[in-house]
């Protein structure tokens, strides 16, 4: 049973230092990174409010652009 153990141990290590460096950046997805960062912060005039990855407070309008107010209105 130890030796089970230890070969598993093994591999699971492998596996996730695999995992860690084919998930490595080189800085190219900046972009993509950031748009997946909004989170959802509470509601402002029946709208949602969300935070981005800089602190911003903001929702979308009715032609998605974003329209940004104080960030107390944010509950995040």
Do not use: A, H
């Not at 080189?26 to 972009?31: A, K, R, T």
């Not at 407070?57 to 940004?68: A, D, I, L, R």
């Amino acid at each position: 049973m130890k030796s089970f153990f230890i070969k598993n141990t093994k591999l699971l290590f492998v596996y996730i230092l695999f995992l860690n460096i084919s998930c490595t950046s080189d800085g190219d997805d900046n972009v993509i990174e950031q748009s997946n960062t909004e989170i959802s912060c509470g509601y402002y005039n029946g709208n949602t409010l969300y935070t981005g990855p800089r602190g911003g407070c903001y929702y979308y309008s009715e032609n998605e652009t974003k329209v940004y107010v104080d960030r107390s209105n944010c509950k995040c």
